[in-house]
């Protein structure tokens, strides 16, 4: 396919950006799922915790003063005796704080990990349903590096945000009322004013840090991309050398990693120092507020204590708030990449009312008839690969496509799987314009032997039942037989358990392409789209791969796309295309006959067969 531009590393280029806000109404729905009543019932449990260990939390020191109160000397009594319903009862307390803590996490944990495997799967999901348009603009490193920050995002938001940001907001209501009531409200109002200093100066530091994160994510997917791209084209880079090329592009994203991440570091320092300054200053003049009012007799020491106890333990947890926030600031930058892959549009969709391509009863009536009417397409407005293409493919029969190099012979495979949608005209199966069917059902009635077989990294056996998953033994070596690769298979030490290797590469072009049409066999299509499958074979091993295509090629309607015109001359009919028109159509006996495109491209090659067999 012919593109005008680079793709981008960037796996979220062309789609609107979104705010915190909707970052965060976008996973709620996820949290809090309909009809999930056990989600529910978490959710609401974690809430009751919450509560109970904050509320055991802010009656701690309490508790502690009035224990302080109970052993103070009191003039010449000397100490009391020890207060051992109070003691106890703070020790109660503070394993019921831990406690309830503890609870609230566990109950919430399956509620938050469901959250993230139905986040990732949607994502995982969607990317499927996006058109290829979008996946070859964009690079797979970039876009699995945005699934994986995103989801962590979400487990980050929602560990810190749900319990930490919310308990300690309670928190500080709590404590602020207490104050007012055991002391007066010059302590509540001082004490609110230091934290809403804290907050206010957090958020406003923190929001000003954001933009360094971003520069750190869009550096670490372009490095990851880069990586990704050039391992996969590993041959490649031996070919020409460009090792030292590759690291070069790698250590300059790597490089703008590095400044963004300094950035980041530095800011942060400067962050935690504001905050511990505003802590300490808070403390210090509600200390010695209170220690005045010890002095004057109007508190007693355990007040002063409670006082002291009370601010340590909210100014702890504020504390950690600017890290929390931070975290959290960080992790709705995360997910904002994998939200907007969400929201990215779905170009090939099925219409209102789309109905399913009906399937074949007997195998008589396997085969299914393709239609083109003036078809025309461009992979670019400013470009028209296709202008005005028409056909016809009768049930069984076979049609091949030929003409030279960006004629628009694969666009026509690739319009037919419905990869894209024509820009003029309409392609029929079955009288069915492609466009009113369920793509799932016209996906099912088309099987592809593509000219670059790509494998997955697993066994010889999941590759050949990747075309029909749950695929019995029995039925995965009749298909290899009929692809004539079972022999080759059995010859191997661990046989249908042969890993085959990143994209296949353990094996010759041969296997790859045997191991192909047996998938393509057990998928058992009405329509066959063999797209130059055995252009980059040899003589013999075309020959083998023939045989074994014109047996699955039976009772089905077979488009053949070839450059090699020796493997089309059986075809039923032939299309020859030039500059996206159809030029001549017939069979291999007429076109010859003709004297026109057709046969000055069989005389062509034939001299360039003659020259080699010379040679």
Same mark, same amino acid.
């Given at each position: 396919?012919?593109?005008?531009?680079?793709?981008?590393?960037?796996?979220t280029?062309?789609?609107?950006?979104?705010?915190g806000l909707?970052?965060? =109404?976008?996973?709620?729905?996820? #949290? *809090?799922?309909?009809? +999930? /009543?056990?989600?529910? %019932?978490?959710?609401? &449990? $974690?809430?009751?915790?919450?509560?109970?260990?904050?509320?055991?939390?802010?009656?701690?020191?309490?508790?502690?003063?009035?224990?302080?109160?109970?052993?103070?000397?009191?003039?010449?009594?000397?100490?009391?005796?020890?207060?051992?319903?109070?003691?106890v009862?703070?020790?109660?307390?503070?394993?019921?704080?831990?406690?309830?803590?503890?609870l609230?996490?566990?109950?919430?944990?399956?509620?938050?990990?469901?959250?993230?495997?139905?986040?990732?799967?949607?994502?995982?999901?969607?990317?499927?349903?996006?058109?290829?348009?979008?996946?070859?603009?964009?690079?797979?490193?970039g876009?699995?590096?945005?699934?994986?920050?995103?989801?962590?995002?979400?487990?980050?938001?929602?560990?810190?945000?749900?319990?930490?940001?919310?308990?300690?907001?309670?928190?500080? =209501?709590?404590?602020?009322?207490? #104050? *007012?009531?055991?002391? +007066? /409200?010059?302590?509540? %109002?001082?004490?609110? &004013? $230091?934290?809403?200093?804290?907050?206010?100066?957090?958020?406003?530091?923190?929001n000003?840090?954001?933009?360094?994160?971003?520069?750190?994510?869009?550096?670490?997917?372009?490095?990851?991309?880069?990586?990704?791209?050039?391992?996969?084209?590993?041959?490649?880079?031996?070919?020409?050398?460009?090792?030292?090329?590759?690291?070069?592009?790698?250590?300059?994203?790597?490089g703008?990693?590095e400044?963004?991440?300094?950035?980041?570091q530095?800011?942060?320092?400067?962050?935690?120092?504001g905050?511990?300054?505003i802590?300490?200053?808070?403390?210090a003049?509600?200390?010695?507020?209170?220690?005045?009012?010890v002095?004057?007799g109007?508190f007693?020491?355990?007040?002063f204590?409670?006082?002291?106890?009370?601010?340590?333990?909210?100014y702890?947890?504020?504390n950690?708030l600017g890290?929390?926030?931070?975290?959290?600031?960080?992790?709705?930058?995360d997910?904002?990449?994998?939200f907007?892959?969400?929201?990215?549009?779905e170009?090939?969709?099925?219409?209102?009312?789309?109905?399913?391509?009906?399937?074949?009863?007997?195998?008589?009536?396997?085969?299914?008839?393709?239609?083109?009417?003036d078809?025309?397409?461009?992979?670019?407005?400013?470009?028209?690969?296709?202008?005005?293409?028409?056909?016809?493919?009768?049930?069984?029969?076979?049609?091949a496509?030929?003409?030279?190099?960006?004629?628009?012979?694969?666009?026509?495979?690739?319009?037919?799987?419905r990869?894209?949608?024509?820009?003029?005209?309409?392609?029929?199966?079955?009288?069915?314009?492609?466009?009113d069917?369920?793509?799932?059902?016209?996906?099912?009635?088309?099987?592809?032997?593509?000219?670059?077989?790509v494998?997955?990294?697993?066994?010889?056996?999941?590759n050949?039942?990747?075309?029909?998953?749950?695929?019995t033994?029995?039925?995965?070596e009749?298909a290899?037989?009929?692809?004539?690769?079972?022999?080759?298979?059995?010859?191997?030490?661990?046989?249908?358990?042969?890993?085959?290797?990143?994209?296949?590469l353990?094996?010759?072009?041969?296997?790859?392409q045997?191991?192909a049409?047996?998938?393509?066999?057990?998928?058992?299509?009405?329509?066959?789209?063999?797209?130059?499958?055995?252009?980059?074979?040899?003589?013999?091993?075309?020959?083998?791969?023939?045989?074994?295509?014109r047996?699955?090629?039976?009772h089905?309607?077979?488009?053949?796309?070839?450059?090699?015109l020796s493997?089309?001359?059986?075809?039923?009919?032939?299309l020859v295309?030039?500059?996206?028109?159809?030029a001549?159509?017939?069979?291999?006996?007429e076109?010859?006959a003709?004297?026109?495109?057709?046969?000055?491209?069989?005389?062509?090659?034939?001299?360039?067969?003659?020259q080699?067999?010379?040679?």
């Open positions: 396919m012919q593109r005008m531009k680079p793709a981008s590393s960037e796996p280029v062309g789609v609107p950006t979104r705010s909707q970052t965060i =109404a976008t996973l709620l729905p996820y #949290l *809090w799922p309909k009809g +999930d /009543w056990n989600s529910h %019932a978490r959710v609401i &449990a $974690a809430t009751v915790f919450l509560i109970l260990a904050k509320v055991a939390t802010v009656y701690v020191p309490v508790v502690y003063s009035r224990a302080v109160d109970a052993l103070a000397p009191k003039g010449a009594e000397g100490m009391l005796a020890v207060p051992l319903a109070l003691i009862s703070y020790g109660l307390l503070r394993v019921a704080s831990s406690g309830f803590a503890e609230r996490d566990a109950v919430f944990a399956n509620v938050q990990q469901r959250t993230v495997r139905r986040v990732a799967l949607r994502t995982f999901e969607h990317m499927h349903r996006l058109s290829m348009r979008f996946h070859l603009d964009r690079q797979t490193g876009l699995s590096r945005a699934i994986e920050r995103g989801t962590a995002g979400i487990e980050s938001v929602l560990r810190l945000a749900v319990f930490n940001i919310i308990p300690t907001l309670l928190e500080v =209501a709590m404590v602020t009322v207490i #104050l *007012w009531q055991l002391f +007066d /409200w010059r302590y509540a %109002a001082l004490t609110l &004013a $230091a934290v809403a200093l804290y907050i206010t100066f957090t958020l406003l530091f923190t000003w840090r954001v933009k360094f994160r971003r520069r750190m994510n869009e550096s670490d997917s372009d490095a990851q991309s880069k990586a990704v791209d050039s391992l996969l084209n590993y041959e490649t880079v031996k070919y020409f050398g460009n090792e030292a090329h590759e690291a070069h592009r790698f250590d300059e994203a790597l703008r990693y400044r963004a991440a300094v950035k980041s530095v800011t942060l320092n400067m962050l935690n120092l905050q511990a300054s802590i300490a200053a808070g403390l003049v509600v200390m010695l507020m209170a220690a005045d009012g002095k004057s109007e007693s020491v355990g007040r204590v409670l006082v002291n106890t009370y601010l340590m333990q909210l702890q947890p504020l950690f890290f929390v926030y931070r975290e959290i600031k960080q992790g709705l930058v997910m904002e990449q994998m907007r892959l969400l929201s990215a549009h170009e090939i969709a099925d219409r209102a009312g789309a109905v399913k391509l009906a399937s074949a009863a007997t195998a008589a009536e396997r085969a299914a008839e393709v239609v083109f009417e078809v025309q397409f461009g992979y670019q407005p400013d470009r028209t690969i296709l202008k005005g293409v028409s056909f016809r493919v009768a049930p069984g029969k076979s049609l496509i030929v003409g030279p190099t960006g004629a628009g012979k694969s666009t026509i495979s690739r319009l037919l799987f990869f894209y949608d024509v820009t003029g005209g309409r392609v029929l199966v079955d009288g069915h314009d492609i466009r069917l369920k793509q799932d059902s016209l996906r099912a009635a088309i099987g592809v032997v593509p000219q670059d077989t494998l997955f990294n697993d066994t010889i056996r999941y050949i039942a990747y075309g029909r998953p749950g695929a033994q029995a039925e995965i009749h290899a037989r009929l692809a004539q690769v079972h022999d080759f298979v059995l010859r191997l030490p661990a046989g249908y358990d042969t890993k085959v290797g990143e994209r296949g353990k094996l010759s072009g041969g296997e790859k045997r191991v049409i047996a998938r393509t066999i057990l998928k058992d299509p009405r329509i066959l789209i063999l797209d130059e499958a055995t252009s980059a074979l040899d003589t013999g091993t075309e020959q083998d791969i023939q045989l074994a295509l047996a699955i090629a039976k089905r309607t077979t488009l053949t796309i070839a450059h090699r493997t089309v001359v059986d075809a039923d009919q032939i295309l030039v500059d996206g028109r159809v001549e159509s017939g069979t291999h006996g076109l010859l003709r004297g026109g495109v057709y046969a000055g491209m069989w005389a062509l090659q034939a001299e360039q067969q003659e080699a067999a010379a040679a």
